[in-house]
């Protein structure tokens, strides 16, 4: 019975080998879990957003360049005016008295105007006189030369007359003026959005300041001012269509279009390394949404630009990779291996996943993007399988050529084929 036993030892001993050498052999690497999507055709919009504040598209001060106590104020925060209509009054009693006192100064100069009138009437008949006797013989030269100087003394003091004439209606006129100032007039349709004085407090104007007593917007006609980045700005256009969105009004969209792009950058922290270029864009509501007032928060998205009929994918697809770790790359010609090494480029790429279900990195150009997709200019068809997460194995992990697949249903990624969300 002893040659059974060595049969059996040597079939231990075969099987054990076979076991051995089974697991020396080189396994493929394991697949990796990947989220697929499908290149497809469509159309796409390149969106613009920008967040800022409602405000209204006519606002007015209203200030006066007098100074005075202010004596009535005829509305209050809110009020809706319209347009002439009375809002406030300055105390009057100091621009009526220098009315009266230029009114009084343009009579007198009047007076003086008119006593100059007839002096000058009178010697002008004088000389006429004097001229008849030296031509009878009965009048010296002397006397027709002091005849001659009366009348033209007497023209003189008319001209200085007129002129003090026209000084003194030019006050006149100012004072009036003046007097019409202290009572304040609305010059739009609109409401009061801020009162700045109350009755009884000294309103300080002048020409040079202007001391405000009370803010009116039109309401009607609203419109938000946000700001966007320098790469932004050269896509947009007056016109352009936009939605607007307010804090205030959860789930509702209103309609609006760009009216104004700034031609000016502003700049923020100018020569640091936080610096900021911006441009201050303007979209107008096209209608006023009920209880919107200015000074809301709002948010803009502008429709920049629409192409149809385009490659789209997933936007998360598209990742970068090193030039030199795609399998098309080609070393640098002579004297830019250099440069090749201090600046190391970089590659849009997608991972594209074949029959055989092994992904394959392929460069591709890209177009306009929307929140959720991203054109492809070149590099994928129609159809084509992509890899579109998740983010950390399509942005670091996945490798040309490694075996992907869906995770199962029920498994830690969800259901076979779905999408990230």
Request: charged content about 25%.
């Amino acid at each position: 019975m002893k040659w059974w036993k060595g049969v059996i030892a040597g079939a231990l001993f075969l099987g054990a080998a076979a076991i051995t050498a089974g697991g020396l052999k080189e396994r493929p690497p394991p697949s990796q879990e990947v989220q697929i999507a499908k290149a497809r055709k469509g159309t796409i919009t390149r969106t613009i957003t920008g967040a800022g504040k409602v405000q209204a598209a006519t606002t007015v001060k209203i200030s006066s360049s007098l100074s005075g106590d202010l004596v009535e104020l005829l509305v209050k925060d809110g009020d809706a005016v319209k347009k002439g209509q009375v809002l406030a009054r300055i105390d009057r009693r100091v621009y009526e008295a220098a009315l009266k006192q230029a009114m009084a100064s343009q009579n007198a100069a009047r007076a003086d105007a008119q006593v100059a009138e007839v002096e000058v009437s009178r010697t002008t008949q004088e000389l006429g006189r004097v001229e008849g006797l030296v031509t009878k013989g009965l009048a010296s030269g002397a006397e027709l030369d002091i005849a001659k100087a009366s009348k033209n003394t007497a023209e003189a003091r008319l001209a200085s007359s007129k002129q003090l004439l026209a000084r003194n209606v030019a006050v006149v006129e100012q004072a009036q003026t003046d007097l019409s100032r202290t009572t304040m007039f609305s010059p739009i349709d609109g409401n009061v959005i801020e009162l700045s004085r109350e009755v009884g407090e000294r309103v300080r104007g002048s020409e040079l300041a202007e001391d405000v007593v009370m803010t009116i917007a039109a309401l009607s006609a609203m419109e938000v001012k946000f700001e966007v980045g320098e790469h932004e700005v050269v896509h947009l256009k007056p016109g352009q269509p936009a939605d607007v969105t307010l804090d205030a009004l959860e789930g509702q969209t209103f309609a609006g279009s760009v009216v104004e792009i700034a031609q000016k950058a502003l700049i923020k922290n100018e020569g640091t390394e936080a610096e900021v270029t911006s441009f201050p864009v303007t979209v107008a509501l096209d209608m006023r949404p009920p209880g919107v007032l200015p000074g809301m928060s709002a948010e803009a998205r502008i429709s920049a630009e629409t192409r149809s009929d385009v490659v789209l994918v997933p936007i998360q697809a598209v990742t970068v990779r090193a030039e030199r770790t795609l399998p098309d790359y080609k070393e640098p010609i002579e004297g830019g291996a250099l440069k090749a090494r201090r600046t190391e480029s970089l590659a849009k790429v997608v991972f594209v996943v074949d029959a055989a279900n092994k992904a394959q990195v392929r460069r591709v150009q890209t177009g306009i993007a929307s929140d959720t997709e991203l054109e492809i200019l070149s590099g994928l068809n129609d159809g084509d399988r992509v890899v579109e997460g998740p983010y950390r194995t399509l942005s670091k992990e996945l490798n040309h050529g490694d075996t992907v697949q869906e995770p199962e249903q029920g498994g830690p990624g969800g259901m076979k084929g779905g999408r990230k969300s």
